[in-house]
């Protein structure tokens, strides 16, 4: 099977490919798993939480740690957010496909990051360095 619409749009049409990777499916599953206990213990419903009272003598410090913990939870919610679309991938069978150029993701790569969405031409393509 080939994702002849992408050949359409003017991508190369590539076989899908995530059925060669079912062994990352209990890893990006586990990751998630972790990254959401991570992110459980930073923030409650979201929010960044610390517990002092409000008289706490230092309230900079708190102020301080408080934006240590979102700025951490932030990029933990993003890296969530690869991992899940990494899933989808896996679900949608274009896991291993880059999302740029349709070309497979190598191997070593995809041992290293098996988040990535990006072939290592296109990994630089993106701000987004971490996971991709």
């Known amino acids: 099977m080939t994702r002849g619409a992408d050949s359409a749009r003017g991508r190369a049409s590539v076989p899908l490919v995530s059925d060669t990777h079912a062994d990352k499916r209990p890893l990006l599953e586990g990751e998630r798993t972790r990254l959401l206990a991570r992110i459980d213990e930073l923030t409650v419903g979201g929010v960044v939480d610390l517990e002092f009272d409000d008289d706490f003598?230092?309230?900079?410090?708190?102020?301080?740690?408080?934006?240590?913990?979102?700025?951490?939870?932030?990029?933990?919610?993003?890296?969530?957010?690869?991992?899940?679309?990494?899933?989808?991938?896996l679900d949608d069978g274009t896991y291993g496909?880059?999302?740029?150029?349709?070309?497979?993701?190598?191997?070593?790569?995809?041992?290293?990051?098996?988040?990535?969405?990006?072939?290592?031409?296109?990994a630089t393509a993106s701000p987004r360095r971490l996971g991709s």
């Open 97 to 122: 496909a880059c999302i740029v150029c349709g070309g497979r993701i190598g191997a070593d790569r995809l041992e290293a990051m098996p988040a990535t969405d990006r072939c290592i031409d296109h």
């Open 57 to 89: 003598a230092d309230r900079g410090q708190v102020a301080s740690e408080q934006g240590e913990n979102r700025s951490l939870a932030d990029a933990l919610e993003a890296q969530l957010a690869r991992v899940d679309a990494a899933i989808a991938r």
